[in-house]
């Protein structure tokens, strides 16, 4: 199915003490177990694990070697909030509405003497993964209807209490921006100091670094609370095979107690600027040669609707505030677009720092790890559009 490539393993494993491993706790996995790993993902290694039977299953592991931050990588918490919500649709009289499709979980491992770093095992559910949010493989009325599908999926996880699930001790129940520009500036400054194992040369730092944050400082939006995704957009969802509806929400590393809004706009993030290729914005080849240039983004922001390969940002954004009972227009929007790109900034450089300590599990993390500068680039282009100037910083 298109998004779900497994390959050869690029990260080695210790297969016998796995197999240990399943043998006595995880028995639905039938012995002996073939593995692969995906070929997308820049975080997490991700293996495909096919048992004797032919049945599939996905772990989910942090990478190996001393990581740049304590807090990255958390398998613990992806697991910890599947298994809820899982259990949440469980309890829903009708899944479908209200609840939020997630894998089934099987077992958490803390353990590292197993495979040298904590993992989880889910479950492997077929379907596809669109990398180009533009969806060209499909109809255009397909892909409004899935981009519409993702958008209720949002609206859904928003309107979950997190007291009622389990997860009322997630994150902090108030200042989700402040707390974030401060824990990402942090990190980032971690980041841009970490050397190249070889050429011992550093990552550096964002550029604009702190023109940006006492900007993002002076213009937040006010303060709210839901279950949030933490990095939610296309490539994080698994479609149903023939039907335009999202079946599976992936990736989970980053969530906690935090603002609607940052997922929103981590979804619309391909909106927030214009097209710098709008005559070949229906042209499939040209998201892979974007992708080649360095481009983060294949840019959808100025497009009208008869040439726009999907729905337009209003449209989506009235769905949003719709599902979500929130009033439109959502006020400092801008805010949300420069913040998208503030974060796209700081994970970048963050997978440019893993491929400098040789940790990153992605084929293609070479590629992504050079984007932290254009992305701080965008969020500068944001704040001179936006007319808004820093005030404060923090």
Known sequence: MTGQEFGAVRQAIDEKSLAKYLSEKVPEIKLPVQVKQAAFGQSNPTMLLTGSGGQRFILRKKPPGKLVSKTAHAVEREYKILEAIGRHNKSLPRPAVGGVPVPEVYCLCEDSSILGTPFYIMQFIEGRIFT???????????????????????????????????????????????????????????QAQVPDEDSGKQVGPIPHMDEITAWLGANMVPDENCIAHGDYKIDNLIYHPTEPRVIAVLDWELSTLGHPLSDLGNLLQPFSLPCPNGAQINDPAEFERAQKRGEMFMLLGDLSDDVSPVPQKEALMRAYCQAAKRAYPIPAWHFCEAWAWFRAAVISQGIAARVAQR???????????TKFIPAAESVKTIMNKSGSNPRAKL
């Open 132 to 190: 180009d949010p533009r969806m060209l493989s499909i109809p255009k009325e397909e892909r409004k209807q899935c981009w519409f599908s993702a958008i209720r999926t949002l609206a859904a996880l928003h309107r979950i209490d997190p007291r009622k699930i389990g997860l009322g001790d997630y994150g902090k129940p108030s200042s989700f921006y402040p707390r974030q520009l401060k824990a990402l500036s942090h990190v980032s400054g971690m």
């Open 359 to 369: 940790q990153a599990s992605s084929a293609e993390a070479k590629m992504y790890a």
